[in-house]
């Protein structure tokens, strides 16, 4: 068999891989868990809101992790997660590799994206299996603390102003795409709007716009901190996702924005449900 037939045939393999039921179940699987922590940081921000610290939680994946942790059975609802993160990291590995659902699935910017999606759930789903398996430092570390620990780390290079205020003008507008793709409602192309009622796409939609629009501007915020921070060379500056959603608290009016942003993450969390049931896979 020559090189050009055996090339042929792996990417018929990796093709029916990724068009597997065991494929399509483990990215479900997956929308589901980053539903659930997306729902509980809501839930944690929305108590940071009217009730001061929140008890000491923090809003942001650790917070999440830590509220599973707390519940009966919190053990092993973690590995559950922990595992469907893993799901996705490798639903989002076989987009890379053989493009994902529609006509524009195969393009290159469409592969490289799902590329960095599955860096970043292979790192989520590590750090909330190890917490499962004992390591309280891992999985629930404190977004915050660890935004400064890179930024410090970052802004100590030659150039770390530069990189530091890139990476923060990145996220801004992260953000505010994010934010313009959910009013859009950009996210029903992804969805299989002919297998929904009538209601569940009603419902849906003010979830993905509400979702989506809440968790852009979370974005953008903690892009100007970040932008904020390398002009100033100050790492402190630099805001995790829990800082950053104390800050709307400071704003007039601050606990009743707080509220709203906290509602819409917990909105999106019902988006990441709506998702697992109806996404294009």
Request: with cysteine; hydrophobic share 50%; net charge positive.
């Amino acid at each position: 068999m020559d090189t050009g037939a055996m090339a042929l045939r792996g990417r018929g393999q990796a093709r029916r891989a990724a068009d597997s039921t065991a494929m399509a179940v483990a990215a479900r699987a997956g929308f589901a868990a980053r539903g659930l922590i997306y729902v509980l940081v809501g839930v944690i921000a929305l108590q940071i809101a009217f009730h001061g610290d929140g008890d000491g939680r923090q809003a942001d994946r650790g917070g999440a992790l830590g509220e599973l942790a707390g519940k009966p059975l919190g053990s092993v609802m973690l590995w559950a997660v922990g595992v469907a993160l893993a799901g996705m990291a490798l639903w989002r590995l076989s987009e890379a590799v053989v493009g994902g659902a529609g006509p524009d699935g195969a393009k290159p910017a469409k592969r490289a994206a799902a590329a960095a999606r599955f860096v970043f759930y292979a790192f989520v789903s590590f750090s909330v299996l190890s917490y499962a398996a004992g390591d309280k430092g891992s999985g629930s570390g404190s977004s915050d603390r660890r935004t400064d620990d890179v930024t410090a780390t970052v802004l100590g290079w030659p150039t770390g102003q530069w990189i530091v205020g890139a990476a923060g003008a990145a996220v801004v507008a992260a953000g505010l795409w994010i934010a313009v793709q959910a009013v859009r409602k950009k996210f029903r192309e992804r969805l299989r709007t002919e297998a929904m009622s009538p209601r569940a796409r009603k419902v849906t939609d003010v979830l993905g716009v509400a979702g989506g629009t809440a968790r852009g501007v979370v974005f953008a915020v903690a892009g100007v901190f970040a932008v904020v921070a390398a002009v100033r060379h100050q790492p402190g500056r630099a805001r995790g996702m829990d800082d950053t959603l104390r800050s709307f608290r400071d704003l007039p009016a601050g606990p009743w924005l707080l509220a709203l942003i906290a509602l819409g993450l917990a909105a999106f969390g019902a988006f990441s449900w709506c998702s697992a049931r109806w996404r294009r896979l």
